[in-house]
């Protein structure tokens, strides 16, 4: 089945199985490794990507529920090799250790902040608890995304 | 200081950032192959037949090997080097499977699916074998679990026994006398990249082995040993790792992988999915421990007598140091006049356990903290000031080993801790009588730095400078991402006076960097550090030698500062002086270092938890944690709080949640997914407080030693005496599940 996807801003018009997963897709097809596969279950949120602006897992997203959507990969988020002004608060925080959930994260926190202007610590702790991190506790992760908040509101609101 | 002590974020935070990683399961390579396994439904039984048809007829599928058709050497995965003795228990595919989860064969195939649904045609008849799923009664152990060859399965695979001072007569003079039994759980490192490897040939007959582990030698020994071959035919390198905690420390899929690589000529990719990596890897091995301390009535130590239990499943790995592990850290917390110790570690139908975080530390923790506290309890005394009358003091000798235990702080974790956690008052609030009660614990612990002296524990470190004058760091490191390579980058900027970002680290190969017993043993500040701090200060003399060549100046004129080499009025870069050699057509300054230790101090800490039990649900929120660490100097305080954390999350499933427990009626281990493995998540952190004790340790790197490993052990005793605190229980079987909670609370249904 022919299907239309915009990818990081891209249109990628694609021949694939519909029913294949979509973060298998983007992984082994179109070589966007940024997202991880981690459970392939939905459990672990290393596959997160935003679907028309909202985090969804990439492992339980049929390839043809994308079709004609807005998809953003971390690949997608900035200009390549350059932080992002949330990825260099990560950085900062100490909020990556070995990197495999972080993508992930990332994303879930990006589509937390497109959502929510100033997002609680308790928001941001429910909007995480779709990703295992298994090295930080999450905690310099937390205060990462809450200073991004703060970043986001003093520039835009 | 500019780099050591200053909170730089890792050096590789961009690229896992940004995604650009590539992690061993984002390579690609031409004509790339995929294993798949299938994997045995029985504990134990003989393979009386394989037929592979039904997988090879097909189309994609390249092969099936099994036990008939591939090596069959003897081998421990838990070697870490050639020639260590090993009991050599574990085949690439046996005859005879020892474990649900056992290896029995393997497909390769064009893809990865192709591979998985070829495994489902192999058709395989077995003759079952009696199972042993418990670890009690261990006699039964040598008869059933021996299967065919009895005389690599001892039983016990390894005991200990050891006794110093009299602890008979300071049972008899003790005031009080407190015994428990202490069970912990199986517990599954649920690293968040599930197990991987990747292996092509390379000309000269070599094979290439790429993958996630914590020594490159140590996967090309076990390998070799697997594959018969000399180790120098393997070419190991280390990939990007997404999370170990020891449980990629033992190649697992590395020999096969390998050995399917040389056979077809191609490259070959095994990833395990995550079902496969919670029923077919390594776990933390269960224990049961047994102990009696006897105190005198102002709560000193007179004598304590330790019986340990730990089930290390199907194969020995390197389960056979688990109860001398176990001893070597009991020895080294408090100052303990007379001791007795018994470890045994014995095999069972199940699951091989391996290293998982603290190796036999956070189960004797649990034990000896939980007891302790006990004690104190029934003895009306403050558990703070316990510890505190028992703790070694600093330059303390460890009965054991003999061993001294360096700058050991622990009194200064408890008191400071105590203090800022406002221990005592908090201790002495009524929990309540209500649904929910609250209570306040507390855990000591102690940890190793580096293998002394049970290895050679040396490490050799290269640093050179390089034409685009930054400095090149070569030695076999495995940042499993901890932030070692950002702390050793910043240990010889330091030195050199440069920024951490300019170190550049080659990725550890076995063609290219010296021996190296890997990251493993809390060993990579203490000890890897010392060596890059000793190759950085021979290297900062060359160059000050050449910088002063350069700059027509006198050695003692010239200092390494921001980047620079400086004379008065005039300095150089470090690229101008790599140019100003080159035309001269002399060598860049390079130095190496071989860093052996002959020490091996304690790292301890001391953890408070407040908790929060739903006496209806059995239900327990961590509601407010403190960490105080003891870790001589923090190279990179953020880094160090890092670790903290993590451990702290690690440990509080430990305590409550995490639990990979093997069904003692079918050999089925329960948890094979993060669905019915529960692991704590980000609403369920509590707020955390970490203090640091920076007092230092001569032997360390800038005084500095380890926290990896101990961030994790003190926390389940911690928030377990916090639920006995609230609920004036005496729990001991870990995780603290709701229904066990409801059962001490006499309202669950077994009561
Ligand atoms: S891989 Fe998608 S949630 Fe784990
Ligand atoms: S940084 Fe390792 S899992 Fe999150």
Redesign the interface.
């Known amino acids: 089945m022919k299907l239309t996807l915009r990818i990081n801003g891209s249109v990628v018009e694609q021949d694939a199985d519909p029913l294949a997963r979509l973060s298998e897709f983007l992984r082994q097809v179109l070589g966007l490794t940024g997202l991880k596969e981690g459970c392939c279950e939905g459990e672990c949120g290393a596959c997160t990507i935003l679907m028309d602006g909202a985090p969804v897992h990439a492992c339980l997203t049929l390839i043809f529920q994308a079709h004609e959507r807005e998809i953003t990969t971390v690949e997608g988020l900035g200009d390549a090799g350059v932080l992002t002004d949330l990825q260099a608060q990560f950085a900062g925080a100490g909020a990556v250790q070995c990197g495999y959930c972080t993508p992930g994260i990332i994303m879930s926190a990006e589509g937390l902040l497109r959502s929510t202007l100033t997002p609680s610590d308790e928001e941001i702790r429910h909007a995480l608890a779709g990703n295992i991190c298994r090295c930080t506790g999450f905690e310099t992760i937390v205060r990462a995304v809450a200073a991004e908040a703060a970043r986001r509101c003093e520039a835009g609101c | 200081m500019e780099q050591v002590s200053q ?1 730089i ?2 050096i ?12 061993a ?2 390579m ?1 390579l031409p004509g790339l192959l995929h294993g798949a396994f299938l994997f045995s439904p029985r504990a134990h039984a003989r393979i009386v037949e394989v037929d592979p048809a039904g997988a090879l007829a097909v189309s994609g599928v390249i092969g099936v090997w099994w036990h008939a058709n591939t090596p069959q050497n003897s081998y421990n995965s838990s070697i870490w080097f050639a020639g260590q003795k090993a009991l050599a228990d574990e085949r690439m595919f046996p005859p005879v499977v020892r474990h649900m989860g056992d290896r029995v064969a393997v497909v390769l195939a064009e893809t990865e699916a192709i591979a998985r649904a070829a495994v489902t045609r192999i058709v395989v008849s077995f003759e079952d074998l009696p199972a042993i799923l418990t670890p009690e009664p261990t006699v039964a152990h040598a008869v059933a679990a021996a299967g065919v060859e009895e005389a690599i399965y001892p039983d016990p695979v390894e005991q200990v026994h050891f006794t110093h001072g009299d602890p008979d007569a300071a049972f008899a003079r003790a005031d009080h006398v407190t015994e428990a039994v202490v069970y912990t759980p199986r517990s599954h ?6 197990h991987v490897c990747v292996a092509w040939p390379e000309p000269g007959g070599r094979v290439a082995i790429h993958s996630p582990c914590q020594s490159v030698y140590a996967v090309q020994a076990v390998v070799a040993q697997a594959l018969g071959i000399a180790a120098d035919r393997l070419h190991v390198t280390k990939a ?6 020891g449980g990629k420390a033992e190649p697992i899929l590395e020999p096969i992988c390998a050995l399917l690589a040389e056979r077809t000529g191609r490259p070959v990719r095994i990833a395990f ?2 079902h496969e990596t919670f029923t077919a890897t390594r776990t933390r091995a269960a224990s049961r421990g047994k102990m009696r301390i006897a105190l005198a009535c102002d709560g000193r130590i007179l004598g304590r007598e330790t019986d340990v239990t730990v089930d290390i499943g199907a194969y020995c790995t390197g389960g056979n140091y688990l109860p001398g592990s176990m001893l070597q850290r009991l020895v080294r917390l408090y100052a303990v006049p007379a001791e007795r110790y018994r470890g045994r570690a014995v095999y069972t139908n199940t699951l091989p356990t391996g290293a998982f975080r603290g190796y036999g530390s956070p189960q004797i923790h649990a034990l000896g903290e939980i007891v302790l506290d006990l004690a104190s309890r029934e003895m009306g005394l403050d558990p703070v000031a316990v510890r505190a009358r028992n703790i070694v003091t600093p330059g303390a000798l460890e009965p054991w080993q003999g061993l001294s235990l360096g700058n050991a702080r622990g009194a200064d974790c408890l008191h400071r801790g105590a203090e800022a956690f406002d221990w005592t008052r908090r201790r002495s609030a009524a929990s309540g009588r209500g649904r929910f009660r609250t209570g306040v614990g507390m855990a000591a612990a102690t940890h190793i730095n580096g293998c002394f002296p049970g290895e050679d524990e040396a490490t050799t470190a290269t640093l050179r400078l390089t034409p685009e004058g930054r400095i090149e760091l070569t030695c076999a490191l495995h940042d ?4 070692s390579d950002t702390t050793l980058a910043q240990i010889a900027a330091e030195v050199l006076g440069l920024r951490a970002a300019d170190i550049r680290i080659t990725p550890a190969d076995t063609d290219t960097c010296p021996y190296d017993l890997g990251t493993r043993a809390s060993r990579m500040t203490y000890i890897a550090g010392e060596a890059v701090r000793l190759a950085a200060t021979a290297l900062a003399a060359a160059i000050v030698d050449t910088g002063g060549q350069a700059l027509n100046a006198a050695r003692s004129e010239i200092r390494l500062r921001g980047g620079q080499i400086e004379a008065p009025h005039r300095a150089i870069t470090f690229a101008d002086l790599a140019a100003w050699l080159s035309v001269r057509g002399t060598d860049t300054p390079s130095a190496t270092h071989t860093h052996r230790a002959t020490a091996n101090p304690g790292s301890y800490a001391a953890h408070f938890a407040e908790v929060e039990v739903d006496t209806l649900t059995g239900h327990i929120r961590v509601r407010d944690y403190l960490a105080a660490h003891d870790i001589g100097r923090a190279i990179n305080p ?2 160090v ?2 670790q ?7 440990g509080m499933g430990y305590a409550l949640y995490e639990d990979a427990a093997v069904d003692p009626k079918t050999g089925r281990m329960r948890a094979d ?3 019915r493995y529960t ?1 704590v ?3 369920e ?1 509590p707020p ?1 407080r970490i203090l640091l004790v920076e007092e230092g340790e001569a032997t360390g790197p800038f005084g500095a030693k380890a926290v990896g490993e101990i961030a994790t052990i003190p926390v389940a005793p911690a928030v377990v005496n916090a639920v006995n605190h609230a609920l004036e229980t005496r729990l001991t079987e870990l995780p603290l599940l709701p229904e066990r909670v409801l059962d001490a609370l006499g309202q669950g249904s077994s009561s």
């Open positions: 909170r974020p890792l590789d935070a961009a690229e896992k950032l940004t995604g650009r990683l590539r992690f399961a984002d690609t490192h649920c690293a968040i990249e599930p990007p790792i997404g999370g170990s905690f999915n995550r499993l991402g901890c932030g953020m880094l709080e890092g903290i954390y993590g451990g702290i999350q690690i997914s993060f669905t692991l998540n980000a609403p952190m955390i």
